[in-house]
């Protein structure tokens, strides 16, 4: 009804909806629709013990060392703000990429497989150089005097 009379008093931007209206109009619609009653907040981990706790593993150097490596190797949704500050993640979307690990693993030797094709257009460049256009480098030479 408030959206209504909004809209019928056509007199410049002083009879737009103001955002106090337009939250509790939102609030209106969820209400009916059932939106807000499905959603839970979500729960945010801002420390390594919470992080490690979590993942059921022991809060020590190690363990630490070994989840930041595994974030940073493989794409985890854990954020690092800056040096001395505490790492922050998504408690769902942790453990939804920690189980999610053993996946990418097996993908892991595959893409040894794709690299081959990929370089095997060559051709020569200069006196002993060899060009690889699809990675734009070239093929390192061994030195002369190394012995096989």
């Not at 993942?55 to 989840?67: F, H, I, W, Y």
Request: charged share 25%; proline share 7%; net charge positive.
């Amino acid at each position: 009804m408030e959206l209504q009379q909004c809209m019928t008093d056509v007199g410049g931007l002083a009879n737009l909806p103001s955002p106090a209206m337009l939250g509790r109009l939102d609030a209106r619609i969820r209400d009916l629709s059932g939106e807000a009653a499905d959603q839970a907040p979500a729960e945010y981990l801002t420390n390594w013990r919470a992080i490690l706790v979590a993942l059921e593993r022991k809060n020590n150097a190690v363990n630490r060392e070994q989840v930041r490596h595994l974030n940073d190797t493989y794409g985890g949704p854990i954020l690092f703000p800056g040096q001395g500050a505490q790492p922050k993640v998504n408690k769902a979307k942790l453990i939804e990429w920690w189980n999610g690990l053993e996946a990418q693993w097996a993908v892991g030797p595959n893409k040894a497989r794709d690299v081959k094709p990929s370089t095997a257009s060559r051709h020569n460049y200069g006196r002993a150089g060899v060009a690889i256009p699809e990675i734009s480098g070239g093929e390192k030479q061994r030195r002369k005097d190394r012995k096989p």
